[in-house]
């Protein structure tokens, strides 16, 4: 079975740190194209950054630019998003997923594999 554990969320003040982890399980995802995507409240599911499976591509949110990174240790099976300089606006369920195919990697429907999410929290 195909599993995706994002760990690593919690509460930050404004201005701090976080660094999010997915931990792949099931199968070898060294091939796959990583996204990760967040969601408020009230609000659709956001694309915020993705990595092409050699790491040699990365692609950001223009919200997140400049203050995330996204990056991964295939050997370990694991993707990571460093989160930096976090706002308040940066509050939302944040879920790793995983896809076949480097097309169209903002929208979320593309993707084949999820994980359950992990809360990030920004207070001011």
């Known amino acids: 079975q195909v599993q995706l554990v994002e760990s690593g969320g919690g509460l930050v003040q404004a201005g701090g740190s976080l660094r999010l982890s997915c931990a792949a399980s099931?199968?070898?995802?060294?091939?796959?194209?990583v996204g990760w995507f967040r969601q408020a409240p009230g609000k659709e599911r956001e694309f915020v950054a993705g990595i092409t499976w050699d790491g040699g591509i990365t692609l950001y949110a223009d919200s997140v630019k400049g203050r995330f990174t996204i990056s991964r240790d295939n050997a370990k099976n694991t993707m990571f998003l460093q989160m930096n300089s976090l706002k308040p606006e940066d509050t939302a369920v944040y879920y790793c997923a995983a896809v076949a195919s480097w097309v169209a990697v903002t929208i979320p429907e593309r993707y084949d594999y999820w994980g359950q999410g992990t809360q990030v929290s920004v207070s001011s």
């Open positions: 099931g199968r070898t995802f060294s091939r796959d194209y």
